[in-house]
């Protein structure tokens, strides 16, 4: 019998519904390999569940109100629920809706919510179970095998006028450099071939620890987002394939000009997520955003000469309290200059403890709706164009899934495939999907598609002969 499929007399099932963004599904993974070690096992559904653990976000209103109609509906299902991350840090308001919720930890915390958990429900004790071999040394993950998050620093020294996140998880603090280093060699040695490097602010990595030098494979390396980013270069899966390495929430410092050369080397994923929010000097004032300058659109030019395939990825809030008309044209003139592959749009919503919420002239709602489609309109144009490009090319694309065998119009049977290229992160991107797919195929395969067709957001075609 294998250690997966070995059962334990009376032991503990731990439910978990995790909500919010990726940093959050790495606290949710982190709180599970603890549990897991601890001897309890994960139930897929909330009538096997000795204790649900309901993961929250709380960084807008909106998904606010998520979190709480999923701890209702956990409530509802199992009756033993466990709150954590962001919203635990309104444990008052959660406890005022359901005061039946056995505990409440805030994001982070995982002593503490481990703690509750052993207490709803004691592990099962023994020998038995302290000595099962743990399937996967990387730890429990959320996310399917062949992809994995790697946070690289928890908290943030900014203070952007729309944003609480400082609030929910404190300062900037860096992980070690070899601590993440060994953790994304464990990943990809046990079957990860992306790795997507998170954090609140991925440029700012080891400004807190004064980019503290450690020791990695007889080299000096330091805790700093270039290092970091030549070193994840190196890695190989077991197959020797180099796993593709992406870089979420940069902010664009200076440095972040020295990891565009590692793209044109091959050694970094041609694709940098940077957050601009806007792009009115005025407003980004307003919303105090860092590295703050005019110079990007010339320094995305300066990029893309050195990496011609890089995609940039960026959200931005239209309607924040003061933007004017002129600061929104301003905006779409500027996504027209930079021509960004991936955009999304958010209408600004306050957010209980953000400074923005005392900020004067707020947009009306009506005029923020207006502005979300213009963006919209314009920013799926560019995005569907620069798509278009794409076709007649062959290009690199990993497997997330195969379909069933399916017949077309003639009776041909086929297979379908979705993947996604090294334009799209997974969850927040694009897809490529695959006409005719070999039945061999299998998630996480590394294959040549050769594109056919696209739209504003996929692209379409088979793989390469
Ligand atoms: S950089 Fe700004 S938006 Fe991002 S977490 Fe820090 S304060 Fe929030």
Same mark, same amino acid.
Request: aromatic fraction near 6%.
């Given at each position: 019998?294998?250690?997966?499929?070995?059962?334990?007399?009376?032991?503990?099932?731990?439910?978990?519904?995790?909500?919010?963004?990726?940093?959050?599904?790495?606290?949710?993974?982190?709180?599970?390999?603890?549990?897991?070690?601890?001897?309890?096992?994960?139930?897929?559904?909330?009538?096997?569940?000795?204790?649900?653990? +309901?993961? =929250?976000?709380?960084?807008?209103?909106?998904?606010?109100? *998520?979190?709480?109609?999923?701890?209702?509906?956990?409530?509802?299902?199992?009756?033993?629920?466990?709150?954590?991350?962001?919203?635990?840090?309104?444990?008052?308001?959660?406890?005022?809706?359901?005061?039946?919720?056995?505990?409440?930890?805030?994001?982070?915390?995982?002593?503490?919510?481990?703690?509750?958990?052993?207490?709803?429900?004691?592990?099962?004790?023994?020998?038995?179970?302290?000595?099962?071999?743990?399937?996967?040394?990387?730890?429990?993950?959320?996310?399917? %095998?062949?992809?994995?998050?790697?946070?690289?620093?928890?908290?943030?020294?900014?203070?952007?006028?729309?944003?609480?996140?400082?609030?929910?998880?404190?300062?900037?603090?860096?992980?070690?450099?070899?601590?993440?280093?060994?953790?994304?060699?464990?990943?990809?040695?046990?079957?990860?071939?992306?790795?997507?490097?998170?954090?609140?602010?991925?440029?700012?990595?080891?400004?807190?620890?004064?980019?503290?030098?450690?020791?990695?494979?007889?080299?000096?390396?330091?805790?700093?987002?270039?290092?970091?980013?030549?070193?994840?270069?190196?890695?190989?899966?077991?197959?020797?394939?180099?796993?593709?390495?992406?870089?979420?929430?940069?902010?664009?410092?200076?440095?972040?000009?020295?990891?565009?050369?590692?793209?044109?080397?091959?050694?970094?994923?041609?694709?940098?997520?940077?957050?601009?929010?806007?792009?009115?000097?005025?407003?980004? %004032?307003?919303?105090?955003?860092?590295?703050?300058?005019? %110079?990007?659109?010339?320094?995305? %030019?300066?990029?893309?000469?050195?990496?011609?395939?890089?995609?940039?990825?960026?959200?931005?809030?239209?309607?924040?309290?003061? *933007?004017?008309?002129?600061?929104?044209?301003?905006?779409?003139?500027?996504?027209?200059?930079?021509?960004?592959?991936?955009?999304?749009?958010?209408?600004?919503?306050?957010?209980?403890?953000?400074?923005?919420?005392?900020?004067?002239?707020?947009?009306?709602?009506?005029?923020?709706?207006?502005?979300?489609?213009?963006?919209?309109?314009? =920013?799926?144009?560019?995005?569907?164009?620069?798509?278009?490009?794409?076709?007649?090319?062959?290009?690199? +694309?990993?497997?997330? *899934? +195969?379909?069933?065998?399916?017949?077309?119009?003639?009776?041909?049977?086929?297979?379908?495939?979705?993947?996604?290229?090294?334009?799209?992160?997974?969850?927040?991107?694009?897809?490529?999907?695959?006409?005719?797919?070999?039945?061999?195929?299998?998630?996480?395969?590394?294959?040549?598609?050769?594109? *056919?067709?696209?739209?504003?957001?996929?692209?379409?075609?088979?793989?390469?002969?």
């Amino acid at each position: 019998m294998s250690a997966t499929t070995l059962t334990i007399p009376d032991q503990k099932k731990v439910g978990m519904v995790s909500l919010g963004c990726p940093k959050a599904l790495v606290d949710s993974e982190r709180i599970l390999t603890r549990l897991r070690a601890d001897g309890y096992a994960m139930s897929p559904d909330y009538a096997g569940a000795d204790v649900v653990l +309901v993961n =929250t976000c709380g960084f807008l209103d909106s998904a606010k109100e *998520e979190s709480l109609e999923a701890i209702g509906e956990a409530i509802a299902e199992n009756g033993r629920v466990i709150v954590t991350g962001c919203m635990g840090e309104e444990a008052e308001a959660i406890r005022a809706r359901f005061p039946q919720v056995l505990a409440v930890t805030g994001a982070q915390q995982y002593e503490a919510v481990v703690e509750a958990v052993h207490e709803a429900a004691p592990p099962t004790q023994g020998p038995f179970v302290d000595l099962i071999p743990q399937p996967d040394e990387a730890g429990v993950k959320l996310t399917p %095998r062949h992809y994995s998050y790697l946070k690289i620093s928890e908290g943030c020294n900014h203070s952007c006028a729309f944003c609480i996140i400082p609030q929910l998880r404190g300062k900037l603090a860096s992980r070690r450099i070899d601590a993440v280093l060994r953790e994304a060699e464990k990943l990809v040695a046990a079957g990860t071939k992306e790795l997507l490097v998170i954090s609140q602010d991925t440029s700012a990595y080891g400004v807190d620890i004064r980019h503290d030098p450690r020791m990695w494979k007889g080299r000096e390396v330091r805790a700093h987002m270039t290092d970091l980013a030549r070193e994840l270069g190196q890695l190989k899966t077991p197959a020797g394939e180099q796993p593709w390495v992406r870089l979420h929430y940069v902010y664009p410092y200076p440095h972040v000009d020295a990891v565009i050369p590692l793209m044109a080397e091959g050694l970094l994923t041609p694709y940098l997520d940077i957050p601009f929010q806007h792009a009115s000097p005025r407003v980004l %004032r307003a919303m105090k955003r860092p590295a703050n300058e005019a %110079r990007v659109l010339e320094r995305i %030019r300066a990029w893309r000469a050195i990496a011609p395939d890089l995609t940039i990825r960026s959200s931005f809030v239209v309607g924040f309290p003061g *933007e004017t008309e002129e600061d929104f044209q301003y905006l779409l003139d500027w996504l027209e200059e930079a021509q960004l592959d991936r955009v999304g749009a958010f209408r600004f919503e306050p957010v209980a403890g953000a400074q923005a919420n005392a900020l004067p002239d707020p947009v009306p709602e009506a005029v923020k709706e207006e502005r979300y489609a213009r963006i919209m309109a314009v =920013t799926e144009r560019i995005s569907a164009a620069r798509l278009a490009a794409k076709v007649g090319r062959t290009l690199p +694309v990993i497997i997330d *899934e +195969v379909g069933e065998p399916e017949a077309d119009d003639w009776g041909n049977i086929a297979i379908g495939a979705t993947g996604r290229s090294q334009a799209d992160a997974p969850e927040i991107d694009g897809q490529v999907l695959l006409r005719d797919a070999p039945a061999t195929l299998a998630p996480g395969d590394m294959v040549n598609a050769v594109i *056919e067709d696209s739209d504003a957001h996929d692209l379409y075609g088979r793989i390469a002969g």
